[in-house]
């Protein structure tokens, strides 16, 4: 019912940027948050950043001055973008989706397949 397409995904020196997008698609009613999550290989799934349809922001201290988040709640979009780029931000960012495919659903959490994401050294 509700589909999350990622793309920006690809190979970055240190020190570059990069920028991710994730357009929700499909029988989605409302949004209440969006947000970008990371795993590396051996590691936990982390919390990159996330944002409300209000606009609230939430940032991971790794990644607090460096990356940024924004949205398109008419599109359903939302962005993150990478400046300061460093080797341990490689990882596999999946997009994630907060919210309801109708009104008569309650709040459902979606993820997108993921797009990777290499900072070389």
């Known amino acids: 019912q509700v589909q999350l397409v990622e793309s920006g995904g690809g190979l970055v020196q240190a020190g570059g940027s990069l920028t991710l997008s994730c357009a929700a698609s499909?029988?989605?009613?409302?949004?209440?948050?969006m947000g970008w999550y990371r795993q590396a290989p051996g590691k936990q799934r982390e919390l990159v950043a996330t944002?409300?349809?209000?606009?609230?922001?939430n940032y991971a201290d790794s990644v607090k001055g460096r990356f940024t988040i924004s949205r398109d709640n008419a599109k359903n979009t939302v962005y993150l973008q990478m400046n300061s780029l460093k080797p341990e931000d490689t990882a596999v960012y999946y997009c994630?989706?907060?919210?309801?495919?109708?009104?008569?659903?309650?709040?459902?959490?979606?993820w997108g397949k993921g797009t990777l994401v290499t900072v070389s050294s």
């Open positions: 499909g029988s989605i009613f409302s949004i209440n948050a």
């Open positions: 944002i409300t349809s209000g606009g609230s922001t």
């Open positions: 994630h989706c907060h919210g309801k495919v109708s009104p008569r659903h309650y709040d459902m959490n979606y």
